[in-house]
């Protein structure tokens, strides 16, 4: 039994360590690769056709096409990536505000368009004050009261 079997202890811990850190810095890159492959799609100051050669770059010659990427578009890559991130954090805002609010105007909007219906002459000041009313105690009218056809009565 001539052949060299080789064991765990047979294994240097700094060979192991090597080994990790080569297994990492191939994650990384390839986390910036993918990374560089989405900023050229997502840069809207880029034509079709720079978008094109800079994936070609990239993809034909990896190392040479993300160092010259990072170097030359780097910094905007990075406003590109805050743009992005203050926008979903704007819709996130706003579907929060939407959501908490739950899709009822509030009692300022429903005061204001009481306040124009009267103006119009759509309703009564005896109607507008109990319409006022039910909206400050928190009952307020899904429709607005009084006659729809936009006579009042009168």
């Known amino acids: 039994m001539s052949a060299q079997t080789y064991l ?31 900023d050229i799609f997502r ?20 190392f040479l096409g993300v160092l010259v990427y990072v170097i030359a578009r780097g910094r905007s890559m990075g406003r590109r990536e805050i743009a992005q991130a203050r926008a979903q954090q704007e819709e ?6 939407q959501t908490a609010a739950g899709g009822r ?6 005061l204001a368009r009481l306040s124009e219906i009267r103006d ?3 309703i009564t000041d005896e109607e507008f004050r109990r319409a006022k009313e039910l ?5 307020g009218p899904a429709e607005h009261p009084g006659p729809t056809s936009g006579t009042s009565g009168r």
């Open 8 to 38: 765990a202890y047979d294994y240097p811990l700094l060979g192991a360590f090597w080994t990790l850190l080569w297994f990492f810095l191939w994650i990384m890159w390839f986390i910036l690769l993918f990374r560089i492959v989405v």
């Open 43 to 62: 840069d809207d100051s880029m034509g079709g056709w720079a978008k094109a050669g800079w994936l070609v770059f990239c993809i034909v010659l990896p």
């Open 135 to 139: 909206v400050l105690s928190g009952h």
């Open 120 to 122: 119009r002459g759509a």
């Open 92 to 97: 996130f805002n706003a579907y929060i505000r």
């Open 105 to 110: 105007p509030s009692s300022v909007d429903e």
